[in-house]
C-alpha cells in the first residue's frame, strides 16, 4: 500500500512547478512580480465572442450535457477554416473531433493508440505533453531534435533502424513550444514521406498556427498530398483568439487515428460547456481582426523584448513565430543551470521565466519567456534584469537598457 502507483512512479517532478510555486509565494507575499513564465494570454477573447458565450447561456436548454466529439457546427467550423487558411478539405464528421485543449486532446491519443512498451520518437526539447502523455500511457520516448534540418532526419533514420521495437509514432510541434523554430511545406513533405516509408504515424501540434511574424505564413502538415494517410494535427483557440481558459481545441486528420480518439473521449467526457462550443462558433466564423491585432500586438512585444534585454546585458536571439523566446542563458551564469538561475531572477529580479531543463534535458541552459506583459512590464523587467545582472559582474553595453 506504500508504494506509488505504476504511472505516478513514470513522472519525474515537475520542475517548472517549482518556479511557479515561488511565484505565487511571492505574490501571496505582496511582491510585484512581472510574470513572464507561463505562456497566459493577458489579452480577452473578441467581444462578440463572449456576447454569444452569455447569449447561449441565457437559454434554459443550454445546460444539459454537450457532444464528446464536439457540437456539429464547431466541427464544420473548423473544417472551413482549414479550407480557408490551408486549402486542405476534410469531413467534419469523420476527420475532426474537438477536445478540451490540443493538451487534452495529445494526451487522449495518446492513451488510445499506446501499449505498454511502444517506442514514440518526441522532440526534445519540447512541450512536456509531447513526452509524457506517452509515458503515461505506457510508452518509451526516444528523443528527437527539436531543430529541422539534417541532423532531424538522421535522427530518424538511426531511431527507425536501431530501436526495438520499431518506433510507431512520431510527434513534432512548429511553430515550437519551447524554442519558437518554424518550418516549411518542404519540410513536412519530407516528414510525411519518411512515415510513409517507415510505417510511422505522425502527431502534429499547430497551437501556434496564427502567430508567425514571416511575411510567408506557418504551413500545416496536411497540406501536404497524402498527409492524412499518416498524420493528424492539433489546433488550439487558447492563443489565436485569447482564449485559453476556454479550453477548446482540435485533432483533424487521419479517420483512424481521429476515430480513436473520437472512441476514447466518449468513455471520458462529455464535451466542453455547449455555450462555449457555440461562442467558439463564432470566433471561428466571425471577424478575424483579432488575429492579426493579436499577431502585430506579439510581434512589437518581441521586438520590445529582444531590444531592452539585449541592451540590458543578455542577448536574446529574434523568435520567428510563437508567443515565446527561448533564451540561452547570460554566458558568464550558464553554470547555474537554468533551474537555479530562474529562481534567482524571480528571487532577486522580480522576474518569473521558464527553466529550459522542464522540457527536456536538450532544454538546459536555456529559458522560456512568455510574452504575456505589455510592452511597459517588459521594459520594467529588462530594468531588474540589468540589476540582477550587475550585481553579478555582467554589465551591460555601453547603451543601457531602458
Same mark, same amino acid.
Given at each position: ?33 512581472? /510574470? ?9 477573447? &473578441? ?18 450535457? *454537450? ?23 476534410? /469531413? ?38 509531447? %513526452? ?14 527539436? %531543430? ?26 512548429? &511553430? ?7 518550418? /516549411? ?32 505564413? %506557418? &504551413? ?87 531590444? *531592452? ?45 521558464? &527553466? ?47
Amino acid at each position: 500500500m506504500d508504494e506509488e502507483f505504476y504511472r505516478i512512479r513514470r513522472l519525474p517532478p515537475y520542475v517548472i512547478a517549482e518556479v511557479n510555486a515561488m511565484r505565487a509565494a511571492a505574490r501571496a507575499r505582496g511582491e510585484d512580480i512581472i /510574470d513572464l513564465g507561463m505562456g497566459n494570454p493577458d489579452l480577452p477573447p &473578441p467581444p462578440h465572442v463572449i456576447a454569444k458565450l452569455a447569449e447561449v447561456a441565457a437559454k434554459p436548454d443550454a445546460h444539459g450535457y *454537450s457532444a464528446s466529439k464536439g457540437i456539429p457546427g464547431l466541427r464544420r467550423a473548423q473544417a472551413g477554416y482549414y479550407q480557408r487558411r490551408f486549402g486542405v478539405d476534410l /469531413d467534419p464528421e469523420t476527420e475532426v473531433v474537438v477536445t478540451l485543449g490540443s493538451k487534452e486532446g495529445l494526451a487522449n491519443l495518446a492513451q488510445a493508440i499506446t501499449a505498454p512498451g511502444d517506442v514514440v520518437l518526441a522532440p526534445n526539447p519540447s512541450y512536456p505533453i509531447h %513526452t509524457f502523455g506517452f509515458i503515461i500511457a505506457g510508452a518509451t520516448i526516444r528523443s528527437i531534435p527539436t %531543430t529541422p534540418g539534417p541532423e532531424f532526419f538522421d535522427s530518424l533514420e538511426r531511431a527507425v533502424r536501431f530501436t526495438v521495437p520499431k518506433p510507431t509514432v512520431m510527434v513534432i510541434g512548429y &511553430p515550437s513550444n519551447p524554442t519558437a523554430e518554424v518550418v /516549411d511545406l518542404a519540410f513536412y513533405a519530407d516528414v510525411v514521406a519518411f512515415a510513409k516509408e517507415h510505417g510511422l504515424y505522425v502527431l502534429s501540434d499547430l497551437a501556434y498556427s496564427e502567430i508567425y511574424f514571416d511575411d510567408v505564413p %506557418t &504551413p500545416s502538415i496536411l497540406q501536404v498530398p497524402g498527409a492524412k494517410d499518416v498524420a493528424v494535427e492539433f489546433t488550439s483557440m487558447s492563443k489565436t483568439y485569447s482564449m485559453a481558459g476556454w479550453r477548446i481545441g482540435f485533432a483533424v486528420g487521419n479517420r483512424k487515428l481521429i476515430g480513436a480518439l473520437t472512441r476514447v473521449k466518449s468513455y471520458l467526457d462529455y464535451g466542453a460547456f455547449t455555450p462555449i462550443q457555440a461562442a467558439a462558433v463564432a470566433a471561428i466564423n466571425g471577424p478575424q481582426d483579432i488575429v492579426e491585432q493579436n499577431r502585430q500586438l506579439y510581434r512589437k512585444r518581441r521586438d520590445v523584448l529582444v531590444e *531592452s534585454f539585449g541592451r540590458a546585458g543578455w542577448e536574446i536571439p529574434s523568435p520567428r513565430a510563437s508567443m515565446f523566446a527561448w533564451a540561452p542563458l547570460p554566458p558568464a551564469l550558464a553554470q547555474m543551470g537554468s533551474l537555479e538561475f530562474s529562481k534567482q531572477l524571480l528571487t532577486e529580479a522580480g522576474v518569473a521565466v521558464a &527553466p529550459g531543463v522542464g522540457y527536456g534535458e536538450m532544454g538546459e541552459g536555456f529559458v522560456r519567456i512568455a510574452m504575456v506583459e505589455n510592452e511597459q512590464r517588459l521594459r520594467q523587467a529588462a530594468r531588474n534584469v540589468k540589476r540582477f545582472l550587475q550585481k553579478r559582474g555582467v554589465n551591460a553595453p555601453a547603451q543601457s537598457a531602458d
